[in-house]
């Protein structure tokens, strides 16, 4: 009889800790206002697990866009999108909705036509999007995201940020 007391609070105690794991971080959504030559706010923080949700504004009077990466790329002198880009890392493409009546085709995706990696592309006339991910482990760290616009001349002028991703 014992055993069997033993045994039935040991299994009711090891319910009550694997139900205490770790919860699912809250849902992340940020306003990200991009511009000559910076995004506002200039830094975001996430948790692995957390679906981060950023609404995209461009107020600038020129095209701008997002990208997430490390070690920017370099092509006939100027930076031209990041070595390593993110999203690829984790295996993922964010889903990505435009307002406005925008062609998604013609605004996101590999931007292979310009430069590596995955980014989020956004004329001028107060442009929106919204881009969806939910954080994976394979992007703990630290991140920089930038435009690359005007051949790498928006990055250069300072127009980047970071993402910090943490377990």
Request: net charge negative; proline share 5%; charged share 15%.
């Amino acid at each position: 009889m014992q055993k069997l007391y033993l045994a039935l609070i040991m299994g009711v105690g090891f319910f009550a800790l694997s139900a205490c794991g770790s919860p699912t971080p809250e849902t992340l959504v940020m306003d990200i206002s991009m511009a000559e030559f910076s995004f506002t706010p200039d830094v975001i923080e996430a948790k692995v697990g957390q679906q981060v949700t950023l609404n995209l504004t461009n107020r600038g009077a020129l095209q701008h866009e997002i990208m997430f990466g490390r070690s920017a790329m370099m092509m006939g002198g100027q930076p031209n999108g990041y070595e390593m880009d993110m999203f690829s890392m984790a295996g993922m493409d964010p889903t990505v909705t435009f307002g406005g009546g925008m062609e998604d085709d013609m605004m996101m995706g590999e931007a292979g036509m310009q430069h590596g990696g995955f980014s989020v592309i956004l004329p001028p006339g107060q442009q929106t999007a919204q881009m969806t991910f939910t954080v994976t482990e394979e992007m703990i760290g630290e991140w920089e995201f930038g435009c690359f616009e005007q051949d790498g001349v928006h990055y250069t002028a300072g127009m980047t940020g970071m993402m910090v991703v943490t377990p």
